[in-house]
Each structure stands twice: as structure tokens, then as C-alpha cells.
């Protein structure tokens, strides 16, 4: 138990179908971050989110939607997904702030396996 | 972003020790070293983290090379439990300070821990 917990787990969808990713960290942190993780690929940053706000966009395509409703919360809105979008969606979130010395360690939930038909 | 280069693959016994080595020869000087490792169906978890002295804790050691170009994960007495993706990474900073420091992942080093 790493305190960030993803649901759901797994998700097999549509490609004209509409789903949520959802992530919640129990860490009392400020920052939260989306990752995709594609078979034989590294892991990729795709939004941060700090104190709410949106601080990056990694050129990802407008069929996701992120969401932070708050520092605990974080959503992952899929619309209009392609094949291969197929991936295993990691959320991180950390401790932002603390000066040079702070090491922002990131903590990560399990993932959701999400798979596109 | 400065980068790191890992070997692909590692392969060790159990309860022997691991030194598994990452090069950065670009790293600037205020670029922390981490190290993250993601076990089989996990998410990536923390390992250790430096920026020049060698480093201990439960987990593992890092050793930091003088010039910081390169430096060594050791786990002392590896277990199968160990089995997992060891990645190195040189934390990011953006501008302004505002330090929620972004890690870029590389392909990392599978760690295989035979019985």
C-alpha cells in the first residue's frame, strides 16, 4: 500500500465509449501527476498537477481530459480512444515545495490496465 | 533534460549482492540522482535518492561517482523480491521554483534474481 489508490483496476472499452479513470492519494500531498506506461515503451508523463493547477501538458491529445478537484482527487476523462491508447495509466502524486534539499519523492498507485477495442 | 543510460538487462543470484551501474554524463549541478524500481504489476516505487555523497538506507546503497557522470545502485543481498525494472533518473526542476520535481523515466534495467 503506497496511499494512492487507482480504481478501476482494469477497463476494457469502446472506442465510441466514455470512461473515468479515478485516483485518490491519502498522503496529504499538493502534487499529482498522470503516467502512461505502453508495452515495451518507458513510463510517460502526460499531466502534473500542482496545488489544483495544471503545470504541464505533455502534448497529450484532447481525447483525455484530466480532472483535479481537489489535492486528493484526480480524474482521467477518456472519450473517442484509439487502439492504441491501449496502456497501463499510472497516477503519482508527491510533496511539491521544500527547496533544493527536498526530493519530491513520488509515490504511485497500481495502475489501471485500460484496453481499447 | 540530462539523460541516463542503463544496461538492459542484469541477471544475479539470490543473496548475493547487485551493483547495477547508470551513466549521466551530462548531468548538470543541481540534478538529484534517483532511483525508482517497479515490481511486476506495480507501480514504480522510491528507492534512494543523492546528490553527492554515497547514500544508505533500508532499501539499498548509492554510490556516487566524484565527477556525479555516473554512479551505482548496490542492493547487498538480493532476493527474489528484488526481481523488478531499476530505474535511474536525474530529477528535473522547472523554472521558478516551483519543485515538484518532474522525473523523465528511461527504459531502465531488468533485474533478474535467480533461486
Given at each position: ?22 485516483c ?31 503545470t504541464?501538458?505533455n ?6 481530459s ?5 489535492s486528493?482527487?484526480l480524474?482521467?476523462h ?13 497516477c ?21 490496465r485500460?484496453?481499447?477495442? | ?19 547495477l ?18 515490481l ?8 534512494i ?12 546503497s ?37 519543485s ?9 534495467t ?5 533461486p
Open positions: 500500500e503506497t496511499g494512492v489508490t487507482q480504481t478501476p483496476r482494469h477497463l476494457v472499452m469502446g472506442m465510441t465509449n466514455k470512461k473515468s479513470l479515478k485518490e492519494q491519502h498522503l496529504g500531498h499538493n502534487a499529482m501527476y498522470w503516467y502512461k506506461q505502453s508495452a515495451k515503451k518507458p513510463l510517460e508523463l502526460m499531466f502534473v498537477y500542482n496545488f489544483k493547477e495544471q504541464e501538458n502534448s497529450v491529445p484532447s481525447r483525455f484530466p480532472e483535479c478537484p481537489n486528493s482527487h480524474f482521467l477518456l472519450h473517442t480512444l484509439q487502439p492504441e491508447d491501449s496502456a497501463l495509466y499510472l503519482a502524486s508527491s510533496q511539491a515545495g521544500g527547496g533544493l534539499s527536498s526530493y519530491n519523492e513520488q509515490f504511485f498507485g497500481p495502475g489501471t485500460l484496453t481499447v477495442l | 533534460d540530462a539523460k541516463t543510460t542503463q544496461p538492459n538487462s542484469m541477471e544475479s543470484n539470490e543473496e548475493e549482492p547487485v551493483h551501474p547508470c551513466n549521466h554524463s551530462t548531468i548538470s549541478g543541481t540534478d538529484y540522482i534517483h532511483w525508482y524500481r517497479q511486476p504489476s506495480q507501480g514504480p516505487e522510491y528507492v535518492h543523492g546528490l553527492t555523497s554515497n547514500v544508505n538506507n533500508r532499501m539499498a548509492l554510490a556516487i561517482a566524484e565527477d556525479r557522470k555516473s554512479s551505482t545502485l548496490i542492493l547487498h543481498r538480493a532476493t527474489l523480491r528484488d526481481a523488478a525494472v531499476y530505474y535511474c533518473i536525474l530529477r528535473d526542476r522547472p523554472p521558478g521554483g516551483t515538484y520535481g518532474k522525473l523523465t523515466f528511461g527504459q531502465g531488468i533485474l533478474t534474481v535467480h
